[in-house]
């Protein structure tokens, strides 16, 4: 049931993060800026990764291929911890538009524990035994989906309320 729910979770928070990506492109491509993906490689990527997070989570709904999903779920999350230790080892303030203007931020110390967080439940709902994900009733796999979206809808709630907390402390408002 713990497999169902990491499952439809991040479900969730890729599908919702590669549909920012696709809406605003301008926001995420000063990411890839802030990085330093070299500007003829900037618009491809902007496109790239939004499709393979949509792909992903695809594949990782579809029972034949949750493993696949998962895996590629990983390779992008492996590299974007890179991407944020790179960032912290060298001290830079890069905003992260990975939400686009629904939850901005910085590549940081938070955002490493959410990636970590993210490995741990992308690796379990690969190999954990979910019994038959789709096998169970109807409402309990809407009552699950509901759930991890709610669960979701506050996290970004609670970030948002943190990030416009600091702003207010820094005299940014």
Do not use: H
Not at 8 to 14: N, S, T
């Amino acid at each position: 049931m713990i497999v169902s729910y990491f499952v439809f979770m991040l479900a969730g928070i890729f599908m919702a993060a590669a549909v920012q990506k696709l809406l605003s492109p301008a926001e995420f491509m000063k990411t890839l800026y802030g990085i330093g993906i070299p500007r003829r490689y900037r618009r491809f990527t902007a496109a790239a990764i939004p499709v393979a997070e949509a792909a992903s989570v695809i594949l990782l709904l579809i029972p034949k291929s949750r493993f696949v999903g998962g895996a590629s779920l990983l390779a992008l999350l492996f590299s974007f911890t890179i991407i944020t230790i790179r960032a912290i080892v060298q001290k830079k303030r890069i905003d992260c538009n990975c939400f686009g203007s629904i939850m901005p931020g910085t590549l940081g110390w938070s955002g490493l524990a959410r990636l970590i967080v993210l490995i741990a439940m992308t690796s379990y709902g690969m190999i954990g035994s979910d019994a038959g994900l789709y096998s169970r009733p109807s409402t309990e796999i809407f009552y699950q989906i509901v759930a991890s979206v709610g669960i979701l809808v506050l996290y970004v709630v609670v970030a948002r309320v943190i990030a416009n907390w600091n702003a207010i402390r820094k005299g940014e408002v």
